[in-house]
């Protein structure tokens, strides 16, 4: 079964970039990958998905090795509000599987 | 705007008594999620259902059973609370297809004295 790890926390300055790794040995072919952003008292929200390789949207980009063993969330120059818990998951048709999540803490 | 909502923010109830925890969503999703969040463990999935009358279990479904009558509302049933089940309750909804965005609510936070 697949499993997710990822560091249990993070700190960076307003304005660096940030990058979260996640590592996910067994994930199966036709496995995607997910991000998610949560807020105290919040459900978690949608980041961005990819497969392999590399994809990009307003808000992140995800780099994805040739071997999907892990991929990256990386955030472009941060700012306060960017203080969260980001989960990654490894996600098919018939599994969904939570990483325990990185507390990403931005100092000003 | 899309929109899944709890019927409940905090909830306080006995050892022993049967709780209800109402989902509903208004974006017509087939797959609708229900997990527990806690400290350090991250979230769990309970259960989840792909559409109407169907339920799967998840990772940790003891002590949780659901109800899926209709496709607007996915209902977490615990028949027996106990202290242990103590946590955030999220509900998530999905579309399936080429994406796996969940849309999740606010949370139920339960608590069983």
């Known amino acids: 079964l697949a499993k997710t790890t990822q560091p249990i926390s993070m700190d960076s300055y307003e304005g660096q970039e940030v990058n979260i790794t996640c590592s996910h040995n067994?994930?199966?072919?036709?496995?995607?990958i997910t991000w998610y952003q949560q807020f105290p008292s919040q459900g978690p929200r949608f980041i961005i998905q990819?497969?392999?390789t590399k994809v990009t949207n307003e808000v992140a980009s995800l780099f994805i090795p040739a071997d999907r063993k892990s991929s990256t969330l990386s955030l472009p120059r941060v700012s306060l509000s960017d203080t969260a818990v980001y989960y990654c998951?490894?996600?098919?048709?018939?599994?969904?599987?939570f990483g325990k999540g990185t507390r990403l803490h931005i100092l000003p | 705007d899309v929109k899944v909502t709890q019927s409940s923010r905090y909830l306080v109830k006995r050892t022993g008594e049967k709780v209800f925890l109402e989902c509903v969503q208004d974006?017509?999703?087939?797959?609708m999620f229900w997990y527990r969040q806690d400290p350090g463990l991250g979230l769990r999935l309970i259960y989840f259902?792909?559409?109407?009358?169907?339920?799967e279990k998840g990772d940790i479904p003891e002590g949780y059973s659901v109800s899926r009558e209709k496709k607007e509302r996915f209902s977490l049933i615990l028949e027996s609370a106990s202290t242990n089940q103590t946590s955030m309750y999220l509900c998530?909804?999905?579309?399936?297809?080429?994406?796996?965005?969940?849309?999740f609510g606010p949370g139920t936070r339960l608590t069983v004295t």
């Open positions: 974006m017509d999703h087939e797959n």
């Open positions: 067994n994930i199966a072919t036709n496995d995607y």
């Open positions: 998530a909804s999905r579309r399936p297809g080429t994406s796996y965005e969940q849309y």
């Open positions: 998951l490894v996600v098919g048709d018939d599994k969904i599987i």
């Open positions: 990819g497969y392999k």
């Open positions: 259902s792909y559409d109407v009358k169907m339920k």
